[in-house]
């Protein structure tokens, strides 16, 4: 039986029950998934239970390192209302794990024993962060116990661990150059901890960012208090008496002393639960361009534990790199696109299932045999869109770096080499100001923008990533972007130029000629001006220049018109 | 403004006027070009003198006025009985003064019986209307005297271009310049946006249809560095857990990368949004008028509630109305779904109420009818429109999808324009009724304080037009009305008290003798945009202004108009594809915007007549970056050619760094081969009606004929 049909057959069971949908993991994918679904929870047309591991309902991952420094409360980084959930009907289990998933009876078995029945299984598992070997750290992932004084950054557990050490301005070290560590890097160096960050490479960001462009970066970043240890190995961490964090030992033999390390090494996929199951897995979950876990309709996964490579070897969209990017973003994609799928899913489902219309249809037809012309405004839903099928977007996601005081953009390929000769219609144009702190580079096939540095240029990054995500053409005078940072941007339209045909009063237009004339013939106020030009009547923006003018008409009479300015007598 | 008549009472029409600002607390004496130059619109050889019927032959010929009205009447009564009243359609104008968009309602619901009226304000100030009755319970455009804003700090203004459109208003501007506080979001750097140079502020220029991202960005700043302003989001408004859940998502480099706004630049202005010293949030068109307008609106009007602004002295949230009487047009009853007072015509209490003012049942009142776009849409189709009366509008050059609706007017049975000149729209008419310029007819109009201002007559009608409520009056008698419709402006805003008495924009203690006192002895005014003082103490006249009471200045002091008296957060977010870059632009494709220029007025009817205005902006020109020109081949000043699967608009090309470079801008006051509507598409805000009128797309390409055939006007 393919899945379609077994599809429909849980739908025509719809008209008497409503669809079972478990959700495992309540982060930022799960919560806007069900956030989504939400009409669909309203109408009882499904019945939800989510089971989070955390006992926080979803917040906010990205903004766990600003809890952390204190600039945000846990609270405000909430993305979801259990209480709310509750309400529709919605099941709400928190700080529970799940044992296994058991295939054959579509339930998923709890910690405590409970057996959740599911139609439909959503894995929203998320990832974990990476433990780096070293020595006097336990590397198991899934049974961590650290020594006190190190933290991952991960969940508001690990952000309340550097908010005490940020809160006495500490020292903290952080291992890992990726973005995460160094916005967590940059976020307590602001709030006036002292930071230290060690790193693989000569530069930070070393696997996104070009040579030049990790140059300026490392620089700018250490303009901001942050201490770099490039081009190190870490190899161990010493401990106090108590086994708190001391240091961290690095392979050539220095200590980077502090008073809490923060592993920023990467994050990986949470696979067990679906490998225990047996789905097969590859960097992350597998599932199809419906999200579906491969061999198994019932199940799906979204955000950073699904990996989006269907089965057919054949199939370009797959073609490429398919793991998870860890980045926020394509997870947010998939959860809408999931729920979405499902609520047009049910809705068409239902009208198949008693065989009538609806009852939002034959309003919608009694009104129509009065209004004929009322349009439904219906959001075009991907069922009935050509998207029935999710495709990961083919672009690389960018990184831009989140700090206040830097600003940083790296996405796509950046290390194209500017100077080389290209076969494939790649260009690569440079903008390097290392004393500044200001770096751009657009690596362009055709014109369209494959990848792009940016650091201390913020319009221009930002104008950059619309580029890059949009797909458009460059221009072919590239430093036009680069002028968007420049102080002529900001300039003001009126031109202060002594042409007598230069507009001075844009309202009336006016020019200073006229105004001129009109100080010739005896105006010596800006009111006098303004009665006998209409000049300054608007706005009023221009009386100054009025004013200066008339001023520089009496210390400098200008000759108009044949006429001496004060007479012939 | 005042009009100063020299020679008056020369039956003869011999006099000649003279237009001044006069020292009013909206304007500070000033005035716009279309202000000083508009009593060359009095004697305009262009006018409409007497009624027009259109002849087999396509000609306009005059007839008499009371041939027409009984054509009118034969017309109306032949279209109810073969399909119904409803296929008898009216559609009105903001720019009528209070008491004709009053009558015209009445006239449309008991006079035609129809449910089918709607207005021009829907392309206006819907976005806006819907988003603060939604958060406040109640529209006035600023709910504070416009002069307030001189004294704050700070000023977001979202898509407005005043500098441009009502250069009188920068003046309020003024000490948020001083203050380095004067913060302007416009995809384009446009006069107003430039008035933030020199340290005096900040131009965030995002990227077209993102402002609701960066709303949303700015707001997300606001909560998560605690700049909220607690105490009174919990006392003074409901729904902030989800509010705060809903914008979390959206932190600053996210949000950069959707507008192309620094994250730095959106933190900022965040923080200084929050510092004290006054703060107000202003939206225009530029923000409203989208297909998700009244969710931007809707986000501005969050922002300004989670800072604490709205409702409070010295601060607050506000919109800028558009036309002449773009509030008070939408007040009394021209909108489909709405009577006199901003009373919802589908509220059992609201009927009865103007039931038992207009003295018929309530049943004889008929249903909602359908919001403008839906309205032109059904011009001529079967269970349509197919005799359509036009009062103080251009459609034909005003409406989105112009073309379209060209073809809709040219599928009536019976077209009726009430002008003073041939407009495009009045060309297409069977009937063209020749009616008063705004220096010719008495009545009040609502400035965008929401402040009653009387406009007074001040030159005398030329002979062979007619006053809209006289036209109203006689064709009710015609057609054998119920109630009665009185043709003399004051005993119309007699009835239009009664019928707003108790609701939302309730007239019912404002009057004309109060209104007179307010206007300078001697002195004789009249009103296009902002009118009167009172050296002799008159109360300025703010609504809601119930009888025996002193008016209402500064609304939602104590209370928002929520039965609960709180303010309504409610969670928007763009659409999930437009948050993708889903807009390919690798097609070659640009992005317009439309737009209005300081010379001209709204369809250009009146200004595109007006010599001094077309010295300056005589044709359609299109707004190119340079460096995109460069790329298409095109020079300043070139003919080119904008089009897309709706039209073609051929015009010429004004390079310039003011627009963004995935960008071209367009003014709508152009007719013919200019009219940048034909480009426009019929999509519309799900909850106001609002069409689509910044994001359409289009190709630009250079055209190389003769240059006799560029056609602007």
């Given at each position: 039986m393919s899945s379609v049909s077994a599809g429909r057959d849980v739908f025509t069971e719809r008209a008497v029950a409503p669809l079972r949908v478990v959700v495992v993991g309540f982060g930022p994918v799960a919560a806007r998934f069900i956030d989504v679904l939400e009409p669909s929870l309203a109408s009882g047309a499904v019945q939800l239970t989510v089971v989070g591991a955390e006992t926080d309902a979803a917040y906010n991952r990205v903004l766990v390192a600003d809890v952390g420094v204190g600039r945000t409360s846990p609270s405000a980084i909430g993305l979801s209302d259990p209480a709310r959930l509750v309400s529709l009907g919605a099941d709400v289990l928190l700080g529970i794990g799940v044992r296994r998933i058991d295939r054959a009876r579509q339930q998923v078995l709890l910690d405590d024993g409970t057996a959740l029945p599911y139609d439909r299984l959503v894995l929203a598992t998320g990832a974990r962060p990476v433990i780096p070997y070293l020595a006097g750290l336990n590397p198991d992932p899934l049974h961590p116990a650290w020594?006190?004084?190190?933290?991952?950054?991960?969940d508001l557990a690990d952000a309340r661990v550097l908010r005490t050490v940020v809160e006495r301005r500490g020292d903290v070290v952080i291992l890992g150059g990726g973005i995460l560590g160094l916005e967590a890097a940059l976020a307590a160096a602001e709030e006036g901890a002292r930071v230290t960050v060690v790193h693989h490479g000569?530069?930070?960001?070393a696997r996104n960012i070009d040579d030049g462009g990790g140059r300026v970066l490392a620089s700018v970043l250490r303009s901001q208090g942050v201490r770099l240890v490039s081009g190190a190995k870490a190899v161990g961490l010493e401990h106090s008496g108590g086994g708190a964090f001391t240091a961290l030992r690095l392979d050539d033999g220095p200590l980077v002393s502090g008073d809490l390390l923060v592993l920023s090494c990467g994050v990986r996929p949470r696979l067990e639960l679906a490998e225990g199951a047996g789905l097969p897995v590859a960097s992350g979950i597998l599932v199809g361009h419906s999200l579906q876990a491969h061999h198994d309709e019932h199940i799906y996964a979204i955000g950073d534990c699904a990996e989006v490579r269907c089965v057919s070897p054949s199939c370009e969209d797959c073609s490429?790199?398919?793991?998870?990017?860890?980045?926020i973003g394509p997870g947010w994609k998939q959860a809408e696109w999931l729920a979405e799928s499902f609520i047009a899913e049910l809705a068409s489902g239902a009208r198949a299932g008693d065989g009538l219309e609806t009852p939002a249809t034959v309003t919608c037809a009694g009104t129509e045999s009065a209004?004929?012309?009322?349009?439904?405004?219906?959001a075009p839903s991907p069922a009935s869109a050509d998207s029935h099928r999710y495709v990961e977007a083919a672009l690389p996601p960018v990184l831009m770096l989140k700090a206040r005081g830097l600003d940083a953009v790296v996405a796509g390929d950046?290390?194209?080499?500017?100077w080389a000769a290209h076969e494939d219609g790649t260009a690569v144009a440079l903008w390097a100001d290392p004393q500044q702190g200001s770096y751009a580079k657009m690596i362009t096939r055709h014109g369209v923008l494959q990848g792009l540095v940016c650091v201390g240029m913020p319009r221009a990054g930002a104008e950059l990533v619309l580029l890059f995500e949009s797909g458009a053409v460059l221009p072919s005078d590239r430093s036009s972007l680069l002028r968007l940072d420049g102080a002529e941007a900001e300039a003001s339209l009126s031109s202060s130029a002594s042409d007598p045909s230069t507009i001075v009063c844009r309202c009336a237009g006016v020019s200073r000629g006229s105004i001129e004339q009109a100080a010739v013939v005896g105006c010596s106020s800006v009111a006098e001006v303004s009665a006998s030009t209409r000049a300054g009547t608007g706005c009023g923006g221009c009386h100054n220049d009025i004013r200066t003018i008339i001023e520089q008409h009496f210390q400098h009479p200008v000759e108009l018109a044949g006429h001496t300015p004060y007479g012939d007598s | 403004m005042t009009l100063t008549v020299s020679g008056a009472g020369s039956a003869s029409g011999s006099h000649s006027v003279e237009v001044r600002g006069r020292d009013f607390p909206t304007n500070k004496g000033g005035l716009c070009r279309k202000g000083w130059t508009s009593a060359e619109l009095l004697k305009h050889p262009d006018r409409v003198l007497e009624p027009l019927l259109k002849n087999d032959d396509g000609e306009h010929r005059p007839i008499s006025w009371d041939r027409a009205l009984r054509l009118i009447r034969d017309r109306v009564l032949s279209t109810r009985e073969r399909y119904g009243a409803d296929a008898v359609g009216v559609f009105g104008g903001g720019g009528l003064t209070n008491e004709k968009a009053y009558l015209l309602g009445k006239f449309a619901r008991l006079a035609l019986g129809t449910s089918r009226i709607d207005y021009n304000g829907r392309f206006c100030m819907s976005s806006a209307a819907a988003a603060g009755n939604r958060a406040f319970g109640l529209d006035r455009g600023l709910p504070f005297p416009l002069a307030d804003l001189g004294s704050a700090r700070t000023i977001l203004m979202l898509g407005s271009n005043t500098a441009d459109t009502m250069p009188p208003f920068v003046q309020h501007l003024q000490g948020a310049r001083d203050a380095g506080g004067l913060i302007v979001v416009d995809p384009r750097r446009s006069a107003t946006a430039a008035l933030t140079s020199e340290g005096r502020g900040r131009h965030l220029q995002p990227s077209p249809k993102t402002d609701l991202a960066l709303l949303l960005g700015i707001t997300h700043v606001v909560i998560m560095d605690g700049l909220v302003s607690e105490s009174y989001v919990r006392e003074r408004t409901s729904g902030y857990d989800a509010i705060a859940r809903s914008v979390n998502t959206w932190w600053p480099e996210r949000v950069a990368a959707v507008t192309g706004v620094p994250a730095n630049l959106i933190r900022e202005t965040a923080h200084r949004l929050a510092e004290p010293g006054g703060t107000y949030i202003l939206t225009g068109r530029g923000v409203e008028q989208h297909a998700n307008g009244t969710d931007t609106a809707t986000a501005a009007i969050n922002l300004a509630l989670l800072l604490g602004l709205p409702g409070t002295t010295g601060s607050g949230y506000g919109t800028l109305t558009g036309q002449g009487n773009g509030q008070g047009g939408r007040e009394h009853g021209q909108k489909a779904d709405q009577l006199p007072?901003?009373?919802?015509?589908?509220?059992p209490a609201a009927r009865k109420h103007v039931a038992g003012v207009w003295g018929v049942p309530e049943s004889s009142i008929p249903g909602p009818g359908l919001p403008a776009v839906e309205l032109l849409a059904s011009l001529g189709q079967p269970g349509g429109v197919r005799c359509l009366f036009v009062h103080g509008a251009n459609v034909a050059v005003s409406a989105p999808n112009a073309s379209s609706v060209l073809a809709g007017l040219r599928s009536l049975d019976f077209l009726v324009v009430c002008d003073f000149f041939l407009s495009e729209t009045a060309a297409e008419a069977d009937l063209v009724l020749p009616v008063l310029q705004w220096a010719e007819e008495e009545g009040t109009m609502t400035n965008l304080e929401g402040r009653i201002l009387r406009r007074r007559a001040a030159v005398a009608p030329p002979p062979g037009a007619r006053s809209e409520l006289w036209i109203m009056a006689r064709l009710a008698e015609l057609l054998e009305a119920p109630s009665s419709f009185p043709d003399d402006p004051e005993a119309v805003f007699t009835e239009l008290r009664a019928a707003s008495a108790g609701g939302l924009a309730d007239y019912s203690g404002v009057d004309y003798a109060m209104l007179d006192k307010e206007l300078l002895a001697g002195e004789v005014l009249a009103g296009e945009v902002l009118d009167g003082e009172f050296p002799d103490g008159g109360a300025a006249a703010y609504w809601p202004y119930p009888a025996g009471s002193g008016g209402t200045p500064r609304l939602f002091l104590d209370r928002f108009a929520h039965a609960d008296g709180r303010a309504v957060l409610h969670p928007v977010a763009p659409p999930s594809s437009s948050v993708s870059a889903s807009v390919a632009a690798s097609d070659g494709m640009l992005t317009l915007a439309t737009g209005r220029l300081l010379e001209h007025y709204q369809s250009g009817t009146q200004t595109r007549r007006v010599d001094g205005l077309l010295a300056t902006s005589s044709e359609q020109v299109l707004q190119i970056h340079p460096v995109t020109a460069a790329g298409l081949g095109i020079m300043d000043g070139a003919g080119v050619e904008v089009s897309n699967e709706r039209g073609t608009v051929l015009t010429v090309a004004g390079l310039s760094t003011a627009v963004r470079p995935d960008t071209v801008f367009l003014s709508f006051h152009f007719a013919g081969a200019g009219s940048a509507n034909v480009l426009t598409s019929s999509e519309t805000d799900p909850v106001s009606g609002m069409p689509e009128f910044k994001t359409t797309r289009v190709s630009v390409r250079v055209r190389r004929p003769a240059r006799s055939e560029v056609v602007g006007v």
């Open positions: 020594p006190s004084g190190v933290t991952a950054l991960r000569d530069y930070p960001l490429g790199n398919t793991a998870p990017s860890g980045l209004n004929p012309y009322v349009k439904a405004t219906a950046a290390a194209a080499d500017p | 007072g901003y009373r919802k015509i589908t509220d």
